[in-house]
């Protein structure tokens, strides 16, 4: 048997595959045990009323994004972009509110 | 078929051996490969996992919050609030909010100070419950150890300790100290006639959009945010496509786009020639491409097994140490949350057509080039 370079390479293929595979069986398996802390956590949302994960603490809008003012992402200072690198991956929130003007309440509701 | 794959393998020993010849530069090749998907994938798994996380915990979020707003900013919410919106029908019940924040100067952390709905979570008077990462920022030691506070200079306000709550919820919890509405309302100094806001819980999920109407008219200065609006801002906040990746890897992406065009694309004189040679010693125009086509393969596919199985690893096994401080920004207070591992299968569809059908397009276009020309041309 001649010493081909596919060998080698092939084998590391197959082990890399394997590799990608156990990752998947992984996440599988460990599922029922990340369910049941996802559930406590979700109890604990529950019974203190929270609306907001932790992940940022460092400013009202980064901590509470779903509370945050309107627009709070730009509001202090018109030539700061952000104050915090959070602020990178908090964007403004997704309800600006209605935003109709009318004179009257069935012109608004049109 | 036994015919096709010995051809097949025959082409791959060669191409091997070609690669193997220019050794240095086609393993660094490999290896920046191998860091972008590493970077994407591990962005990519990330926010899967943290959307999923979002979604299932956030799930028991309040169903409906009524802030008060003032001048554009969010202001405390009267208590005859509470009243008004509890008239309306269809709603189930009415519970007003107390949550503010406390920047504590001794650790420099910003914490949520909540008054906890549920009163089998409320603690005693001058107690605390406290999030997994406030007796980390304190350094409380020992177990008993008493929570000071110092609201300005001159003040220390002691609670003892009742609980601290387990890390397997830090993602929601970890800069939490609840505290019942008395200390809550003394602690802060406010009156006992307003919230922070209002949670409304409805009977029948569709009337949320009724009942919203009909609030809004009972307190026209109010804003409403209803629970698939919450959720709606994490999935925005998580979506690969905005937040985490572009910031992580748009740069690391594009620069590498550049660098891989510029390899695959541009044909070295000395490939031309090799092609030349090949083209002259009888090699069809179809085995060159084949050839080029497994070189191709074997780079990208290659790179995106590595890459990804390195960002699975990275990801949940490791729990993203790389990604730790870009999130943590400033902040004292980090929540150390293990992620669910979740695989999305259309994502790592798509992130194995972005890296690798693009890497073989650019690297067949100018082949096709070459091996159709004339050899002689091309040795000269």
Known sequence: MSRRPTGPV??????????FVAAGLHAALSTPGHAERMAASAQLVGQVGLTDLALFTEARYARHPAMADLHTAFQDNPMSFEHFPSGTFVPVTEDLGRGRL?????EVSQ | MKRWWRRQRALADFTLAALGRRRTKNLSLIAVFSLVVFVVASAMLFSAALKREADAVLESAPELIVQKMVMGRHEMIEASA?????????VMGVKGRLWGYFYDASSGANYTFMVPE????T?????????????RARNLGWEGAPLFLSRRSGDLVKFEVAQVLSSDSALVSADLVLVNEA????????????????SVTIRNEREIDTIMTKAEKLLPAARFITRAEITRTYQKLFSW???LLVALAGAAILA???FAAEKASGLSAEEAREIGVLKAIGWDTRDVIAMKLWEGALVSVGAFLIGTVLAYGHVFLMGAPLFAPVLKGWSVIYPEFHLAPYVDGLQLSTLFLITVVPYMAATLVPIWRAASADPDRIMR
């Open chain 1, 102 to 106: 009318g004179f009257s309440e069935a």
């Open chain 1, 10 to 19: 092939f084998a590391g293929f197959g082990g890399l595959a394997l590799l």
């Open chain 2, 82 to 90: 509470v009243e008004v919106l509890a008239d309306i029908r269809g």
């Open chain 2, 183 to 198: 200390d809550f309302r003394s602690f802060f100094e406010i009156g006992a006639d307003v919230f922070t806001d209002i």
């Open chain 2, 256 to 258: 590498f786009a550049i």
């Open chain 2, 241 to 243: 496509r905005e937040g």
């Open chain 2, 118 to 121: 549920d009163p089998a979570l």
């Open chain 2, 123 to 135: 603690p005693g008077p001058g107690e605390v419950i406290l999030g997994e990462a406030v007796p």
